[in-house]
């Protein structure tokens, strides 16, 4: 297939209900592989591994990298890597399975089209995903694609790449730890209880939005929206209706069970050092 | 001048270089990321992985990680263990990734952890590299909200002490160690390429509304709390039973004490007889009679390692109660609102 240089790329809507899920796993992958790769690369190609949803929606959990060789006519993948790769990958996870591949850079080149084919023998119908690492639009730019081939009777003229709705996930766990991933160095990890008043500090906040808002639309400076008051009424309604008497006995019922835990836990830690000391310092004559 | 030269640089060669100690464990957030994937999907069973990085001075990074599969108790899967590993090594060098193994990390349950396969996998591990380090990550810790992520190290004068195998209480007075200076923890720095950071800074959802993480914000910590009692209350009843085996000891050490005691006098006495009968003195000790055979002191290793894991749920439930405490009173401010 003669490759050309220009990027080949559609912007219409799929007519298919394909979409994909990316795990925020997956950027920190390609990224560290573009970052690592070597110098006479100008692009990363790699793997992706996940799962298919019976309603069509592409679920990408995984990826890995793979290298490969590209010349102004031909791409050459290595093959064998790949396979041994995966075979390791499902040795740990055997619900992983490929669902796609990625490159780096904006767009889809020729080569790439003959990597698709690659892979459409893998996997039924591979998503093609290009993370833009050069910022060259002056933003993260992450599309998904699928390969639609246009035929002309019975000939195969080009592969169409058509994007696809793309979804960045984040599951509960990865979210707390999302503010130590966003920038380049944490000193430390935040306990507990920095955490709590970080989590509390952002509640105060969105709560001030809300009173401020509020307050605008009392002093007629903003065009209400009655959607957003709608919302608002069914938030502050839904806390539940308990006299004070009974929501005072409620929190202090919960208070002196966590005082009793945190005596219970101070007693085990006495009786903890007093057992050190019996059983270390006794004396035999 | 150049004899002099020649002779500070050898002398800087024959020096042996004094390894500086571990201060701080640097991760990537890939990895962190890794790690909190791989133990999540496999959670409540306990899944292991090996950590791959760099060893810089006092700092030891930590750039990546694969995991490790299921291994079952099986001698032909071990050897598939190992080809697994070395498969994953080799695949990992050729796209550039550091393939120097630092150390492993292990998914726990409530805290669960000190155990002496800890210890033996340290041993192991530190016969082949200078510096190996064992993370361990919680997730139902993760659930209440908090990233529960530990580093740790064998404190070396405990790993001394393991390979001698020697847990009696008079060494261990004399290296004055107690049960805190088995494990070291070591503060972890998170680290990420400028690359991740932009992506991530730009992805990040703008509205505010999503970026507030309201599990932490939960009120019911109860089930918990339970989990932790539970496993709290079996670990002192482990407890009182190691004590009741050094009591047992004690009691019988004593007891033969006595008996040595005993048996002396009566040879002592019997000297005395055969002195003035005019015979040979027999010897005041005599190694063929059992009571003089010394009862083996039971080993604390054991003792010490439930002795930490109490401390730890002890810990943790202070953590989790405090959290609680300030969600308690924000609702009440709340409420009174």
């Not at chain 2, 709390?225 to 000891?249: A, G, H, P, W």
Request: hydrophobic share 40%; proline share 5%.
């Amino acid at each position: 297939m003669a490759s050309s240089e220009s990027a080949v790329l559609q912007f219409f809507p799929s007519s298919t209900s394909l979409s994909a899920k990316v795990h925020p796993l997956v950027i920190f992958n390609i990224c560290d592989c573009y970052v690592r790769r070597p110098d006479q690369a100008e692009r990363v190609i790699g793997t992706l591994l996940g799962s298919i949803s019976p309603d069509g929606t592409v679920d990408i959990r995984n990826s890995y990298a793979v290298p490969h060789n590209e010349s102004s006519d031909q791409v050459a993948l290595d093959i064998d890597y790949h396979h041994n790769m995966l075979l390791s990958h499902q040795k740990v996870n055997p619900k992983e399975v490929i669902v796609g591949w990625y490159s780096t850079g904006l767009g889809v080149t020729g080569g790439s089209a003959l990597i698709h084919e690659f892979y459409s023998r893998e996997v039924q119908n591979p998503i093609h995903l290009t993370v833009d690492t050069t910022f060259r639009n002056g933003e993260a730019t992450i599309k998904a694609f699928v390969s639609v081939s246009l035929s002309l009777g019975e000939r195969q003229l080009a592969a169409q790449f058509q994007e696809i709705p793309l979804d960045l996930r984040m599951v509960e766990a990865e979210r707390v730890g999302f503010d130590i991933l966003k920038t380049t160095m944490v000193e430390k990890l935040p306990s507990d209880l920095e955490g709590m008043e970080a989590s509390m500090e952002r509640l105060l906040a969105l709560i001030d939005d809300v009173y401020k808002y509020v307050d605008s639309v009392v002093e007629g400076q903003v065009v209400p929206d009655n959607d957003i008051g709608r919302f608002i009424a069914d938030t502050v309604a839904s806390i539940p209706k308990i006299s004070p008497p009974a929501f005072d006995r409620l929190v202090n019922d919960s208070l002196q069970d966590h005082l009793l835990l945190l005596y219970l836990s101070s007693i085990t830690r006495t009786q903890l050092s007093l057992a050190e000391k019996l059983n270390t310092a006794a004396q035999i004559p | 001048m150049a004899n002099t030269m020649a002779r500070s640089f050898l002398q800087v060669a024959a020096t042996e270089e004094v390894a500086s100690p571990l201060r701080v464990v640097q991760i990537e957030g890939l990895v962190i990321l890794k790690i909190i994937k791989h133990c999540k999907e496999f959670s409540p069973a306990l899944v292991t992985g090996q950590l791959l990085g760099l060893d810089v001075g006092s700092v030891l990074e930590v750039t990546n990680c694969f995991p490790f599969p299921i291994r079952e108790e099986d001698e032909e899967i071990e050897a598939d263990g190992a080809n697994y590993q070395l498969e994953m090594m080799r695949c990992l060098r050729e796209v550039n990734v550091d393939n120097n193994t630092v150390g492993w990390y292990q998914s726990t349950l409530l805290g669960s952890f000190q155990t002496v396969e800890l210890i033996e996998t340290f041993m192991n591990y530190q016969e082949n590299i200078r510096r190996c380090v064992c993370i361990i990550y919680d997730p139902s810790r993760s659930n209440q909200g908090v990233l529960a992520l530990k580093a740790l190290k064998l404190s070396d004068s405990f790993m001394e002490l393991y390979r001698n195998n020697n847990f009696t209480g008079e060494k261990l007075r004399e290296k004055n160690l107690s049960w805190v200076d088995i494990f070291e923890e070591i503060p972890i720095k998170v680290s990420n390429s400028a690359l991740i950071s932009a992506f991530m800074t730009e992805l990040e959802a703008d509205t505010p509304v999503t970026q507030c993480d309201y599990d932490r914000l939960q009120l019911s910590t109860n089930p918990y709390m339970e989990r932790n009692l539970e496993f709290l209350i079996e670990c002192m009843d482990d407890l009182s039973m190691e004590q009741q085996k050094f009591q047992f000891y004690y009691r019988n050490l004593s007891r033969q004490q006595g008996q040595q005691q005993a048996w002396l006098q009566k040879r002592r006495a019997e000297n005395m007889a055969r002195k003035t009968a005019g015979e040979d003195p027999l010897p005041e000790e005599d190694p063929a009679n059992p009571i003089f055979k010394p009862i083996p002191e039971p080993s604390r290793l054991d003792s010490f390692l439930i002795t930490n894991q109490i401390s730890n749920y002890c810990n943790q439930i202070n953590g989790v109660a405090g959290q609680s405490f300030s969600r308690l009173y924000l609702m009440k401010a709340l409420h009174e609102n």
